[in-house]
């Protein structure tokens, strides 16, 4: 596996409270991303400084580039989106197509433009003239015309309906990502696109809390819906969480073999969701 | 044996839109020049606003002009009537550079600071365009582009202005009060390139000076580049008697144009018609020293100053984190 970023010991003060704290992780090629926390976490300082817009302590290579120094550079094999709101409204549609074409030597103003034909956004519209989630769409045609190796979204679909919501991810998955292509995406609705991640990486008062892909989480936890009279043995296999649901305890072990916690209740892989409040809630 | 042929005039703009397509570097800076005339649609709306208005001028006055009886033989000099066409030419481009001194303040002022306030930079960084090269053709724009673009669209007013009165006046059968005079033009309009080249290079300090204020305050730039230097001036006077500032501020206000010998040019252009006194802007022209300006140290020294303005507006974009 390829690395695409590289993040070994990050530190990012803000003031005198810390944003990153001692963070490392591996992105690889062909991988979708989930850098998920929640608010304040230090999710977006992460991204920052994988983007080059901030000063940070620690070494930190993104394709091979240390983003302080070779930012320029970087960012002709990186896309990303920040937020729905940061298109200029003054912006014509036309002119956000001639301006990224100008500019952008990968950028595929035919992709773009295809894409754009099948929503219903006008070339001579202004940015400002636009609901949130036609602007959505005039980022994403604008993002996934170029050809980056990199793309990183930061909560692109804060705000937006469901059906808005939906769509971005599908467009995102059908029309763009392939194995040469990375996704790094920080979102607060883990549960909606949980199973379009490779990989997710917790973070929590700047520090990361869970490193992991997805298909060895099932490896490495267990959740048991446990019968009220199995409390006692279960808790003696130590659960990490637990938590009360319709009178019943729901536990999420660590570590723990299938054989030992089946006889203890329902067993599953807890979902992404599940764990992210587990490991939240553990790290308070 | 072929021979050389002269590349047919309709033939070059393609060219140079073929050579700007195939270099990156500068379709990109072109793409960016562009785009500040998108967003900042008063760069172009105010200077075709003032030309409309004083088209508009041309057709409700007229050149035939109210002549006192007693002096009308001397007004009706061609002479006279040529310094008078070389006059109007001048005058009529005043309202041109006073609304594009306007405009380029507020334009400068905010070019960096509304990308911040509305977290638009957050796109404008996610492409692959270093800031350096956006802050300079934001500066090209405000040093280059506006103010030559001001120049012809000035030239153009003149021109469209003299040919409205110069049939008004036919259509009327009234004696023309100005006379179409192509060297009184050439060196009026020479004159008036010469005095652009050299405001752009002597005021250049103040376009460095918005340029970072707009990459670097957190709010309210025009407050800080009017309200505080007025403070500090009054501030300098009251605590320490001085006015080191004021006098700075003053120099670089109209220093270099004594330079040029204009006062005694202009009074050595004094023509005398009936009670009045005219300036002939081509003997002006004729007289003014121009070498002396582009020797003054201190005009270099504020190109310079300008230019460290521009990279620590490009500095301040890059590593400033406010968003």
Not at chain 1, 216 to 240: E, H, I, K, M
């Given at each position: ?284 | ?46 200077p075709?606003?003032v030309m409309g208005l004083l088209l508009i001028g041309a057709l409700w006055t007229h050149g035939a002009m109210q002549i006192d009886p007693t002096d009308s033989g001397e007004w009706l000099d061609p002479q006279i009537k040529s310094i008078l066409f070389a006059l109007a030419q001048w005058g009529l481009t005043i309202p041109h550079y006073l609304v594009m ?47 030559f673009?001001t120049y012809v669209i000035a030239l153009v007013t003149d021109l469209l202005f003299t040919a409205i009165w110069d049939l008004r006046a036919v259509l009327s059968h009234a004696p023309e009060l100005v006379l179409w005079d192509t060297v009184a033009f050439l060196k009026t309009q020479a004159l008036m390139f010469l005095g652009l080249v050299?405001s ?60 040029l010998?204009l006062e005694p040019a202009v009074i050595g252009s004094l023509t005398g018609v009936g009670r009045a006194a005219i300036a002939s802007i081509p003997s002006i022209y004729d007289r003014v020293?121009v ?33």
């Open positions: 596996m390829t690395a695409v970023i590289e993040a070994r010991g990050l530190r990012k003060l803000y003031h005198t409270s810390p944003a990153l704290e001692d963070v490392s992780f591996t992105v690889g090629s062909g991988r979708i991303v989930g850098l998920i926390g929640p608010n304040g976490a230090g999710k977006t300082t992460a991204l920052k400084a994988i983007l080059g817009l901030t000063h940070f302590q620690g070494e930190l290579r993104v394709l091979g580039l240390d983003p302080r120094s070779r930012r320029d550079e970087l960012m002709r094999d990186v896309s990303f989106i920040a937020d729905v709101a940061v298109l200029p409204r003054w912006l014509r549609v036309s002119q956000a197509l001639d301006l990224v074409e100008g500019v952008h030597t990968r950028f595929n103003r035919a992709r773009a433009t295809e894409f754009l034909r099948r929503t219903d956004i006008r070339m001579r519209s202004r940015v400002r003239e636009l609901s949130k989630g036609m602007v959505t769409q005039l980022h994403l045609a604008l993002t996934l015309a170029i050809d980056a190796r990199l793309l990183v979204l930061d909560e692109p679909t804060l705000g937006l309906d469901l059906l808005y919501r939906r769509q971005f991810y599908d467009t995102l998955l059908n029309d763009y990502f392939d194995k040469e292509r990375t996704i790094l995406v920080t979102t607060h609705q883990v549960e909606e696109i949980e199973n379009l991640f490779t990989d997710v990486l917790f973070i929590k008062h700047g520090r990361v809390v869970l490193d992991s892909s997805v298909e060895s989480l099932a490896d490495r936890y267990l959740q048991v819906t446990v019968t009220p009279d199995n409390v006692t043995r279960a808790q003696a296999f130590l659960p990490f969480y637990e938590r009360e649901v319709f009178g019943r305890v729901v536990m999420i072990f660590e570590g723990r073999t299938a054989a030992e916690l089946a006889p203890l209740g329902e067993l599953r892989t807890p979902s992404i969701a599940d764990l992210f409040v587990a490991k939240m809630e553990k790290a308070a | 044996m072929s021979t050389p042929t002269a590349i047919p005039t309709t033939a070059r703009a393609p060219a140079l839109k073929t050579w700007i397509a195939t270099n990156p570097h500068l379709r990109a800076f072109h793409t960016l020049v562009r785009r500040e005339f998108w967003e900042h649609r008063s760069l172009w709306v105010a075709l606003s001194i306007l405009v380029l303040n507020f334009y400068l002022l905010d070019c960096l600071y509304a990308e911040r306030k509305d977290r638009s930079i957050l796109f404008w960084k996610s492409l692959p365009v270093g800031d350096g090269l956006t802050v300079a053709a934001k500066m090209f724009v405000g040093l280059v582009v506006v103010p673009g050299i752009i290079l002597w005021y250049a300090p103040f376009v460095g000076i918005l340029v970072v204020a707009s990459a670097g305050l957190r709010r309210n730039p025009l407050m800080w580049v009017t309200v505080v230097p007025l403070l500090i001036i009054i501030f300098e006077r009251v605590t320490f008697g001085t006015h080191h500032l004021s006098s700075l501020l003053a120099y670089r206000g109209d220093g270099i144009w004594g330079d010998h020293h070498g002396p300006a582009f020797t003054n140290i201190d005009l270099w020294l504020g190109v310079l100053f300008t230019a460290a303005c521009g990279f620590a507006a490009a500095r301040l974009r890059r590593y400033r984190d406010d968003t």
